[in-house]
Structure formats: structure tokens, C-alpha cells
């Protein structure tokens, strides 16, 4: 029996008939050739199909298997109609074969040089790009980009069936055996993750929603309501509005603000003449200059290596003999991830020579991975670049060191637990130090290295140390000894925990009060030096004298005029005799005690040990922080929020509602 008569009615003529034409036609090739022109030919079973529509005509056979007599002479004429017609059509064809072209519409030459053309390029995009299955990684990515996707994507793909299977038994178990819906209910998403939509992302209601518990009239009426229920308002004063302190938080996220402002304070003891400054050796903050070094027309990361990256090093070194290049480490536990993912994740790529540079590369370098991989890269073509004389380039590569000259390797360099480069910059100025430079020039656009070079000045033992901060028109030249010999040694040091009780990328901003405002605040109130001081070295807790002279800092911070010691005290004050909004009222004192904490623990325990390598660091749980999962989350205070802590509030007296409860 031939193959594909099986599939066919055994009891309708027409497949009989077809049956015996597929005999014939399958001692014949594979591909039959119904035109003169080439590329036509079509598979045996397309031609079949065509021959039964030729023997069947336009109307079928609906018709003809109704009247018995008719479809006897059908099947017996069909045939031999079909094949007349057939050879009456071929002859026709070949009456006007001159007329009719007899090669492929793709026969031409510039069809032929286009498809050649194209076949080149996509043989020269696979070489440029490499064989993916031949890399030595798991990872799950586009073959074209070589985006990776995202590890909840991966996660999602590979339990999908299992999901698919939970979803089934769910649908089976609600609506066949417990009958608890009804077979027209509507069945939920599963809203998988998915290449091109990775996750679903934060609408702005929950943030909104938030903002309206710190209307400034729901606290008003919360108040009201204590003072009518005869409450301690004292207590009341004592609690913030929410779990979140408004002056300190926005939608539950730390606030964040301006820290290039503290610079502008400065502004009167930095100088800039314009000359070229002569100095010993340089450091580089590696991050800052991948941020602002644009890849341009840069093909692949070799060619930003080449020519933009390792250009900019050599010309920064100059007639110095020694540069470092100093890069973040990336830690999952890291302070900095929520401030990391408010900047958003960017897109995941694998870094290697043949990798085509993104097309948004700010969105590159949000992605923590990317930026790793990155820095681990350009690190290794710095050091391989060969220096003319007895140059040096160092670079920083996880908690080690290399070097341009495998003799020059310095082991006080590594290992080092600094995470981030803004501290571990100064590991390698001491370094240079040691090794008889006196003149060293920092590269940053980052004002926590500008900070830390003005505290730690004094320690370091360099005769001039020069910040060259920013880029384009506000590039500019930090003389730091002038600004230390200018505003004294103690206010020197005690500028770290100003700035992080001010607000940095892991402390909080006050709302409304940026670093200028601060400032002013610091020059009317000299005390706080001295405080600010104390807990820049290392303490092991916030002593309460020492609170006591940060509320009244905060104090003025928020009303230069208000007489009042204590937060609390100035948090009634404000509210109900000034009548100021929620976020223009100081943080209670239990809010301000984590708020120093969490400064203490950065301004003390990781700028203050900025010269060594590897501090000694306490667990970020003592200071105003507690771990949630594996991610450090704040801590905003103690104290839980006004409408819960107070009795008065949350029942009354009244019998009709509360019933005396």
C-alpha cells in the first residue's frame, strides 16, 4: 500500500480515485515540476492537492454524492475531463511560451550581488560577535545583543511548566471538585517575567497613597482628637506621624538631595588659576571616569579600552611617574543597593573584546554586574599597556592590586575590604606617601572624596594634595591643604560626620534643608563642632550628651530664632504655633537618634578608617539599620507611629461606637 493511503476514507470514491493517482506518483521523484521556470517545482503531496481540486471543481462533491447516478458518471468522466483540459492548457502555454519570462523573479544580478552582499555581512556579525555556545558561561541572553536577561526571568522560565501545571490543578480543584467558582470566572494572570518585561514596575499610586498619610490635616485632626480625649500631648509630640518620618523619608525611601552644595560652602577657600599643576602621582576614581568618558563611536569595549580609556590615562599621568586607578566592589549585602535600585538596574550585558558597546550607556553602568565586569576588564588592559621609562599604573581589581611592572607589586596595597572607591582612594595616597611623594592629585567628581581628603589632610603627611573635581565648565582644581590650613584641624575632621548627618548616598537628607542651610547652621552654632568631632572616631555608641547638642543643631537648622533644646519640644512648637507643614518640622528625637546613628556608622566607622586597609567595621545592625533578607533596610525609629502608640487615640469613652472600651 503506498504511503498515505491509510490517512485517506476507504468508503468516499474521490479519495479511491486519489488513492490510485497517488500509486502512479509515487514511483516518481520527490519535487514535481509543474512550470518551464526554474526554483518552481512543489513537493508531490502540494501536487496532489491540486490535482483533486482540479477533478473535484469549484462546487465539490456535495452535490454529486447526493444523486447516485451522477456521481457514478462523475467518477468515471472526471478524470478524463481533468486530463483533457490539462493538455489543452499546456498546449495554450506553450502557444505563448515566448511570451511568458522563462527565469525566477530572483534571477537577476543585483538580486544575486544584494543576497551575496547580505550572507557577507551576517558571516562578518557572527565572527565580530563570537560563538556564544563556546563561552564559558550559564547565562540565559540574546544572541544578537547579548543582553543577559535577568535572574527572576530565568527563575520564571525554568518553573514555568511547574506553574502551568500548579494554575491547571487550581482551575480543576475550584471549579470541578469544590465547586468554589464557577466555570466562567475569570482566571487570574501569572504575570511571568519575561525577556522583554523583566518585572512589572512600581506604579506611583502606593507612593501617592503614602504622601497622603503625611497630610499635614490628618496629623490635625490626630492632635485635635488627643487634646479633646485628654491626652499626654507630650507623648503625642513624642511619636512621628507615620512609620516613615516625613522630614527624612519620601514614600518610605531615604531622601535624597544635593551634596555638590557643600562644595559651593567651600567655594571661598578653593583656588583655580588655570595653571597646569606639577605633581608627583595621581589617583583616579575609576568609577567617576567610566561615568563621564562617553564611548562615542566606539564599536566593541575593545575599541573604548583602546582608544578612549587608556588615551585618558596615559594623558592624565602626564609627567607624573605613578597613577592608580582605584574601582567600586560590588557586594549583594551592600548599604548602597537601595540607593542603587532607585537609580534603576539597567540593562545586563556581558562585557568582553568583541561585545558591541550599548547604545544608552548610563543605563549600562545603573546595572551593578555590567559595571564589575566592566571594571574588571579596563583594569586588565591598563596594567598590559606598556609604559614608556620607569612609569607605573596600578589598578585595583575586587580586594587586590596589579600592576604595569610584575617587580613593582606592592602587597600594602592587598588585600583591601574597602568597598567603596571613595575610601580605598586613600589607601593608595598613603601608599605613595611611603614611597617618597609629596604632591599627589586626586580625579573624582564624587564630594565624599572631597570630604574625606579635607579630614584625613592631616594624617595623610603630603605637602599639597589637589582634587581635580568635575567635568566640561565646572571642572575645577581643589587645593585641599589651603582648605584645611584655612578652616582649622577640628572643624577639618569633623566635616565627614557633617556631611553624612547632612545627607549622603546611605544617610538621609533633611527634607527641605539642604547642605548651604547646614552650613549656616554650623557657623551660628560652633558647639556642634566638637560633637560632630566626637563621633567621627570610631565611638562605640551615640553618647546623650552628644544628642543633645545635635537636636539643638537641628534645631536651628529648621528655625534659626526657635530657643528650644529638644526636637520634640520644637516639633510641637512648629506644628501648632507656626502652623508648618509636616516635612518642615524636624524629626522627633527617636527618629534623629537613628537618623545619627546610621551617620556615626558612615562619617565614623567607614570614612574614619579610610587610611587603612582593612578596617574594622561593626555590623551595620548596631547603627540604625536591620538586614531583611539580603538587603540592609532603615531603621527610622523606635518609637512607632502617633495614631498607634497613643491609647486615647485608638478608643474613647463613647458608648455608641466604642461601646466604653
Avoid at 487550581?170 to 469544590?178: A, G, I, L, Q, T
Avoid at 559651593?264 to 568609577?287: E, F, I, R, S, Y
Avoid at 546610621?598 to 566607622?605: K, L, P, V
Wanted: net charge neutral; proline share 4%.
Amino acid at each position: 500500500m503506498p504511503a498515505g493511503y491509510q490517512f485517506m476514507c476507504e468508503t468516499c470514491p474521490i479519495c479511491r480515485i486519489s488513492a490510485r493517482m497517488s500509486i502512479v506518483s509515487s514511483s516518481m521523484e520527490d519535487s514535481l515540476q509543474t512550470r518551464r521556470r526554474p526554483f518552481s517545482a512543489i513537493s508531490l503531496d502540494q501536487a496532489h492537492e491540486q490535482v483533486n481540486a482540479l477533478v473535484k471543481g469549484d462546487g465539490g462533491v456535495v452535490g454529486l454524492t447526493e444523486n447516485p447516478g451522477a456521481l457514478r458518471r462523475w467518477m468515471v468522466a472526471g478524470p478524463e475531463i481533468a486530463r483533457l483540459v490539462g493538455e489543452f492548457e499546456d498546449g495554450f502555454n506553450d502557444a505563448g511560451a515566448s511570451m511568458t519570462p522563462a527565469r525566477h523573479h530572483e534571477q537577476t544580478k543585483s538580486v544575486q550581488e544584494k543576497f551575496v552582499e547580505d550572507v557577507r555581512s551576517l558571516v562578518a556579525t557572527i565572527e565580530e560577535m563570537g560563538n556564544p555556545f563556546m563561552e564559558d558561561s550559564m547565562d540565559l541572553l540574546n544572541l544578537n545583543s547579548k543582553v543577559i536577561m535577568p535572574e527572576k526571568v530565568v527563575k520564571a522560565m525554568r518553573n514555568v511548566n511547574a506553574l502551568g501545571k500548579s494554575k491547571y490543578d487550581e482551575f480543576v480543584e475550584e471549579r470541578f471538585k469544590s465547586n468554589s467558582k464557577s466555570i466562567g470566572d475569570t482566571i487570574s494572570r501569572n504575570n511571568v517575567a519575561v525577556f522583554s518585561k523583566p518585572g512589572v514596575q512600581k506604579t506611583k499610586a502606593a507612593g501617592k497613597l503614602t504622601e497622603l498619610k503625611n497630610d499635614r490635616a490628618l496629623f490635625s485632626r490626630l492632635y485635635i482628637a488627643s487634646q479633646k480625649r485628654e491626652g499626654d500631648i507630650d507623648k503625642f509630640f513624642r511619636h512621628e506621624n507615620q512609620s516613615s518620618p516625613p522630614s527624612l523619608a519620601s514614600g518610605g525611601q531615604m531622601r535624597q538631595g544635593d551634596k555638590h552644595q557643600l562644595l559651593d560652602c567651600l567655594n571661598g577657600v578653593m583656588t583655580d588659576d588655570g595653571t597646569a599643576l606639577v605633581v608627583d602621582a595621581k589617583v583616579l576614581d575609576g568609577p567617576a571616569v567610566v561615568h563621564f568618558l562617553q564611548p562615542g563611536t566606539c564599536a566593541t569595549f575593545e575599541d573604548y579600552a583602546q582608544d578612549i580609556f587608556i588615551p585618558y590615562v596615559v594623558r592624565e599621568l602626564g609627567n607624573a611617574s605613578r597613577i592608580d586607578i582605584v574601582w567600586d566592589v560590588y557586594r549583594s549585602d551592600s548599604l548602597k543597593n537601595a540607593t542603587r535600585e532607585k537609580r534603576g538596574c539597567g540593562t545586563r550585558r556581558r562585557v568582553t573584546s568583541s561585545t558591541l558597546i550599548p547604545g544608552n550607556w548610563p543605563s549600562f553602568l545603573r546595572n551593578s554586574d555590567n559595571k564589575h565586569e566592566l571594571f574588571l576588564f579596563l583594569a586588565q588592559k591598563c596594567v598590559n599597556y606598556q609604559m614608556a621609562g620607569d612609569k607605573l599604573i596600578y589598578s585595583t581589581v575586587d580586594d587586590k592590586v596589579v600592576c604595569s611592572s610584575k617587580d613593582a607589586i606592592n602587597a600594602a596595597l592587598a588585600p583591601c575590604s574597602h568597598e567603596e572607591a571613595d575610601s580605598r582612594i586613600f589607601v593608595h595616597v598613603i601608599d605613595m606617601v611611603r614611597h617618597g611623594h609629596t604632591k599627589v592629585m586626586i580625579r573624582t567628581v564624587d564630594t565624599d572624596v572631597v570630604v574625606i581628603a579635607i579630614a584625613h589632610f592631616l594624617n595623610i603627611g603630603l605637602k599639597e594634595l589637589w582634587v581635580a573635581f568635575g567635568t566640561g565648565k565646572k571642572y575645577r582644581h581643589i587645593a585641599v591643604h589651603q582648605i584645611v590650613a584655612n578652616i582649622g584641624p577640628e572643624k577639618s575632621k569633623a566635616l565627614t560626620f557633617f556631611h553624612a548627618f547632612t545627607g549622603c548616598d546611605t544617610v538621609s537628607f533633611f527634607a527641605n534643608r539642604g547642605k548651604k542651610s547646614a552650613w549656616q547652621a554650623w557657623q551660628a552654632y560652633p558647639d556642634a563642632t566638637e560633637a560632630f568631632g566626637t563621633l567621627c572616631s570610631q565611638p562605640d555608641e551615640v553618647p546623650s550628651t552628644v544628642m543633645d547638642i545635635l537636636e539643638r543643631f537641628v534645631v536651628l537648622l529648621y528655625d534659626r530664632t526657635c530657643e528650644l533644646q529638644g526636637v520634640d519640644a520644637a516639633w510641637r512648637y512648629l506644628f501648632s504655633k507656626r502652623s508648618r507643614e509636616i516635612e518642615n518640622i524636624p524629626p522627633t528625637a527617636s527618629a534623629l537618634l537613628e537618623h545619627t546613628r546610621r551617620a556615626t556608622f558612615q562619617a565614623g566607622h567607614i570614612w574614619g578608617q579610610s587610611l587603612v586597609s582593612n578596617p574594622v567595621v561593626p555590623p551595620p545592625a548596631d547603627w540604625g539599620w536591620e538586614k531583611d533578607g539580603e538587603i540592609w533596610t532603615v531603621i527610622w525609629a523606635v518609637l512607632p507611629e502617633a495614631s498607634k502608640a497613643c491609647y486615647e487615640l485608638l478608643s474613647c469613652k463613647c458608648k455608641k461606637t466604642c461601646k466604653g472600651n
